[in-house]
């Protein structure tokens, strides 16, 4: 049974940092490249990072460079999100995604809030 569970959202104050985790069961981590999306009220859901299958090379939204570092590593079949300098505007759901480019599967996690306020 394939799974991703995300974890580390909440409520934080502008300029602050969370670390969402995304948790992998179920399928070949290795084989898969690992996404966060986001998406706010109202408004498409939108890639923030991803990481190559194997963890090579990375690639982020030009509104989160700088700010925002996706990695694996420390726990096995996970990936993190590490988000600094949190503006007011990314505050959203945050939905970690694999995928594997040779076949087009693709799993999703079930979301979690992260809330950016004063």
């Known amino acids: 049974q394939v799974q991703l569970v995300e974890s580390g959202g909440g409520l934080v104050q502008p300029g602050g940092s969370l670390r969402l985790s995304c948790a992998a069961s179920?399928?070949?981590?290795?084989?898969?490249?690992m996404n966060w999306y986001r998406q706010a009220p109202g408004k498409e859901r939108e890639l923030v990072a991803g990481i190559s299958s194997r963890g090579s090379s990375t690639n982020y939204a030009d509104s989160v460079k700088g700010r925002f570092t996706i990695s694996t590593g420390n726990v096995k079949n996970t990936v993190y999100l590490q988000m600094n300098s949190l503006k007011p505007e990314d505050t959203a759901v945050y939905y970690c995604?694999?995928?594997?480019?040779?076949?087009?599967?693709?799993?999703w996690g079930q979301g979690i809030q992260v809330a950016v306020s004063s």
């Open positions: 995604n694999a995928r594997r480019s040779s076949t087009g599967t693709q799993y």
């Open positions: 179920g399928f070949t981590f290795i084989a898969f490249s």
